[in-house]
């Protein structure tokens, strides 16, 4: 119907026109208005009017009233946000004291370093036109991990021989204004890396390559080059003006009786006979020698060659051979990241060797709050301060063990890590065993009604788990998702052929609906009691006990030797 002119500026409620009379809305939202204009009104104003979501044509298929749009958002499962929460680590080979890192599978802070190392592994599937633009002036080396999903497409032949000059052009091969921006500041930091290596490397303290002498090239000083003697004192005088151009004499470490300077140590080991390569275990050989001497009713079997290095190896009187110490989990597992988290503030320029990392978890909106205060607030932190965990106090000499101070919700609940949603997560201990579990109804057997009823209670990522267990439960599962889950657009690459170039672009070929890694927000925690260090220090391996020398028989002869003198004086002044 169309709009009269009257009826387009008349606001009165009791109105008289006679040509369109004043109605009520038909939803009863208690509006008055002309005729003619109910059909827009209901359209584009009325606020009982049932619409699509705001985020419709992002996934969320819900209809709903227009009043209640705006709490809606708060949980859409269209409306999700990505923690953006990082941190840092150093490489192993970077610390300034390396530390044995023996972990074993299961303990949170060896299996946070792993998710790391996986999330680093994904730049290998990254082009390197993308590598070449997530560099900047804070992560000069290494982009933050993980990368976007986006971003992991196939590089194109011939991708990581391609020069960088091709990659700041745009489709029709010009040079926008945000890619000369971009082309100054890679010259910038071009310009900022050669200055550290001239401040580095060409500073006066470090002479040049040429400008040392043969002799030093090798490590060797330039007295020790050419000395033969076997009884060289030069070297074991302080004397600041020839201090550095000799150093003191010493014997070959595996016996063959040679004697020569420090210097030449590396040299003689190619000459030596009795040289044997040390293994990946020596360093529990040199341990086992200085545990404390071994009792009478053992045999010491001895190479005669091998005296100096071997440790001898205790047999009993039965003739086994004690079993040996559990062997440490950096030999087993290729972990070459710090187990130690650092923070440098994401606006601060990081080392040139700093690894990057943040958390990248897709979460609905209402989930982020709960996720960035149960674990980048709780967990992470007591993960690294120790209050969370803590581990064994010998651990630099190789024990492994490590145990939680802290339960969270109950005193039989601990915290997990899951590798397959490489996310952290409650587990409680309900005490069913082999022997009792048939006394325990099974979860599959209960009706459909009961178990939504049960799923209502748990957290996302528990029914992420749950809907992996059967066909049954993966469809149960699947009439809450679009009320607990989150929904995501699935893009895809499309070539648009026919113009002078072929261009690239993104185009969204469907939705993919999930569950998130979400859990429960974790409100108090619990002290561990018995504390479990207790127990391992009674039988760790590596708590060796020191045995303290005896102490006399006689404990007071301090006492008699004094009452013995004053017998001798009393004695004397009588006299």
């Not at 059909?39 to 298929?61: A, D, P, W």
């Not at 227009?66 to 840092?88: D, K, M, Y």
């Not at 991990?145 to 700041?168: F, H, M």
């Not at 996310?423 to 009792?436: A, D, L």
Request: charged share 25%; with cysteine.
């Amino acid at each position: 119907m169309p709009n009269h002119d009257h009826c387009e500026q008349c606001y009165i409620s009791k109105c008289d026109f006679a040509e369109c009379q004043v109605a009520f809305c038909p939803n009863l939202c208690g509006v008055k208005l002309h005729m003619c204009k109910v059909e827009e009104h209901i359209q584009f104003v009325c606020q009982l009017t049932v619409v699509q979501c705001i985020n419709s044509n992002f996934g969320c298929k819900k209809r709903l009233r227009r009043n209640l749009q705006v709490s809606h958002l708060q949980q859409c499962p269209a409306s999700i946000v990505e923690c953006t929460f990082g941190w840092n680590r150093w490489p192993r080979t970077e610390g300034q004291f390396e530390e044995l890192q023996n972990c074993r599978d299961g303990q949170l802070d060896y299996e946070l370093a792993l998710r790391d190392q996986r999330a680093e592994r994904t730049l290998l599937d990254v082009p390197r036109k993308t590598k070449v633009q997530l560099r900047n002036f804070l992560t000069k080396r290494y982009p933050a991990v993980p990368v976007p999903r986006c971003s992991k497409t196939s590089p194109l032949q011939g991708d990581k021989n391609a020069p960088d000059k091709e990659y700041i052009m745009n489709a029709e091969g010009d040079l926008g204004v945000e890619v000369k921006m971009y082309k100054k500041q890679l010259e910038r930091q071009q310009q900022m890396w050669r200055e550290d290596l001239r401040e580095k490397g060409c500073s006066p303290s470090i002479p040049r390559y040429w400008e040392v002498r043969e002799s030093q090239k090798g490590g060797v000083h330039s007295h020790c080059s050419g000395c033969i003697m076997a009884h060289c004192t030069l070297g074991r005088h302080f004397d600041p003006a020839l201090w550095r151009e000799s150093c003191p004499m010493m014997d070959c470490r595996w016996g063959c009786g040679a004697v020569y300077h420090t210097c030449k140590a590396a040299e003689h080991r190619l000459l030596c006979k009795e040289y044997t390569e040390e293994d990946e275990f020596h360093w529990l050989k040199r341990l086992a020698t200085q545990t404390e001497p071994l009792s009478s009713n053992t045999v010491v079997e001895e190479n005669p060659r091998d005296t100096k290095i071997n440790p001898p190896i205790a047999v009993n009187s039965i003739g086994e051979v004690p079993s040996p110490p559990p062997a440490p989990g950096g030999l087993l597992s290729n972990l070459h990241l710090s187990l130690r988290i650092e923070h440098v503030h994401r606006m601060h320029v990081k080392h040139m060797k700093m690894r990057n990392f943040t958390c990248g978890k897709i979460l609905r909106r209402d989930e982020i709050s709960d996720h960035v205060a149960s674990l980048h607030q709780q967990i992470i932190p007591g993960i690294e301060s120790g209050c969370l965990t803590g581990r064994c106090p010998l651990q630099y000499l190789g024990c492994p063990f490590a145990y939680s101070k802290m339960s969270p919700h109950f005193h039989n609940s601990h915290v997990k890590y899951s590798r397959l949603d490489e996310m952290f997560y409650c587990e409680v201990h309900t005490g069913i065993t082999k022997n009792n579990r048939m006394k325990v109804k099974e979860l599959s057997n209960f009706p459909t009604e009961l178990l939504l009823y049960i799923i209502q209670y748990l957290d996302p990522v528990s029914i992420r788990n749950l809907s992996l267990v059967s066909t049954r439960f993966r469809k149960v599962c699947l009439k809450v998702v679009k009320e607990r889950g989150m929904v995501e657009m699935l893009w895809d690459r499309e070539r648009q052929t026919g113009q002078r170039r072929e261009r690239n672009t993104w185009a969204v070929t469907g939705f993919v609906w999930s569950f998130s890694v979400a859990m429960h927000p974790i409100n108090q925690w619990h002290k561990v009691y018995p504390d479990p260090l207790q127990n391992h220090m009674e039988t760790c391996f590596f708590n060796n006990k020191a045995e303290l020398p005896k102490a006399p028989k006689n404990i007071d002869f301090l006492y008699e030797l004094k009452n013995a003198a004053k017998k001798r004086s009393s004695k004397q002044s009588m006299k």
